[in-house]
């Protein structure tokens, strides 16, 4: 396995900047997931550290050795691709044995080794078949095993699972981080869908034109967006992000939404104050604002204007002035839309950004 540095990376297609200034560091036997939008570079990344790319500047260093002037072939990494890439006229066991033949192994071992790994992926019983017979998600199982059986120093995988269906994208989640765990490879997997990478990685790199914009565990990148970027990107349903005012009365302190007013604790008007942001915007996630059938103190009176339910929770979309706020409920807690109802945004829950950097100012209320 392999530690895995990249150093002030820089990409230009022609005229247009790729990847710019990306540092990053994968250690040894992490699981690190490429996450952003399309076009966002993250393709682009992973192809460099392959060697599939020729980066315009910086460094990329395996187990501290710089490896950007050399040849994929010579750099121990293995490549998994979205759409497959099987030679159609070879056998699953010929596909998976074709990189250690090309290395001269004998029979022997290559039968020990395509073995060993068709009973990590379960996939002994297809290995007679041509991939034509094979679907989608056995298919992909099969270009893992060929990337796995020459025990790389990495694996590096470009959307892998992109093109199954919702089912088997799932199953295919739990096989991947079950090989990860028992193998103890370094892995960077690349992909836009945030469910994958919440659920695989060990820490999520959020990508957007180019720039990292915060590297952190799922939880962190969750519960800490480091900017606006983050806030909305991350989480299905994103967060609830809009301008927002602080104003005080007395002892008493409220964030003011399109004209409607919620409770804060009265620090929160030193901590902006320290900050020195005087535009800014509230975030909350839609389990932060929460809900009442009754008045209770801080809770206003707002109307459930549309309900979506998601089966285990309903979203309910709450009018708030012209705004809309994103509560997450139990279900059925909402009989139907135009229903009133009492919320509150919870100031353990609250975020705030500085709406010119768009920078989370770092406020942690209780």
Known sequence: MAEIELRHIQKYFGAVHVIRDVNLTVRDKEFVVLLGPSGCGKTTTLRAIAGLEEISSGDILIDGKPVQNLHASDRDIAFVFQLYALYPHLSVYENIAFPLRATGMSNAEVTRSVGDIADALAINHLLRLKPSALSGGDMQRVAIGRALV?????????????????????????ELKRLHLEN????????????????LADRIVVMHDGILQQVGTPSEVYQNPANLFVAQFIGSPVMNVTEAAVTQSGDDVAVDVDGESFAMPRELVGLLQQKGADQIALGVRPEGVLLSHDQ??????????LIQPYGPFDIIDLKVGNQVLRARTQTGFVGKPGDRVWARIDPAQAHFFDTRSGNSLGIELK
């Open 150 to 174: 020459r025990r790389p120093k990495a694996l590096l995988l470009d959307e892998p699972i992109g093109a199954l269906d919702a089912k088997l994208r799932e199953d295919m989640r739990v």
């Open 184 to 199: 103890g490879s370094t892995s960077i997997y690349v992909t836009h869908d945030q469910v994958e990478a919440m659920s």
């Open 296 to 305: 209770q103190p801080g809770y206003r009176p707002v109307e459930a204007h």
